[in-house]
């Protein structure tokens, strides 16, 4: 049973940045889909970023494509999500979410939340001057 735990947000500035940990027990993220999402107050969730189980290809939402990194250390089984050039509307709880197998970045793009086996408890990120 893959358990997730999510760490690093907090309150930035505009323009700031943040960088968002998901560290995995009981299991290998390497053989998992992982996927970030958001959820702002009075909104559903949203995928921003994922990243394909073994090939590592990566997919990003076009609202934070060009300043979000999402990336996988195998090593330390952990994932994360460098958030660059923070807007208020990046304003969200977001979550860390894996799906187990082996799956193509063509296929992750098509999953929904309801697809995923696991979550985090989710951190909140607070962008505001």
């Known amino acids: 049973q893959l358990q997730l735990v999510e760490s690093g947000g907090g309150l930035v500035q505009p323009g700031g940045s943040l960088r968002l940990s998901c560290v995995a027990s009981?299991?290998?993220?390497?053989?998992?889909?992982i996927s970030w999402f958001r959820q702002a107050p009075g909104k559903g969730r949203e995928v921003v970023a994922a990243?394909?189980?073994?090939?590592?290809?990566?997919y990003y939402s076009d609202s934070v494509k060009g300043r979000f990194t999402i990336s996988r250390d195998t090593n330390k089984n952990t994932a994360s999500l460098q958030m660059n050039n923070l807007t208020p509307e990046d304003t969200a709880t977001y979550y860390c979410?894996?799906?187990?197998?082996?799956?193509?970045?063509?296929?992750?793009?098509?999953?929904?939340?309801?697809?995923?086996?696991?979550w985090g408890q989710g951190t909140q990120v607070t962008v505001s001057s």
């Open positions: 979410a894996a799906k187990a197998g082996i799956h193509t970045i063509v296929a992750v793009r098509t999953f929904t939340e309801h697809m995923y086996d696991y």
């Open positions: 009981g299991g290998m993220l390497q053989y998992h889909v």
């Open positions: 990243v394909a189980s073994y090939e590592g290809n990566t």
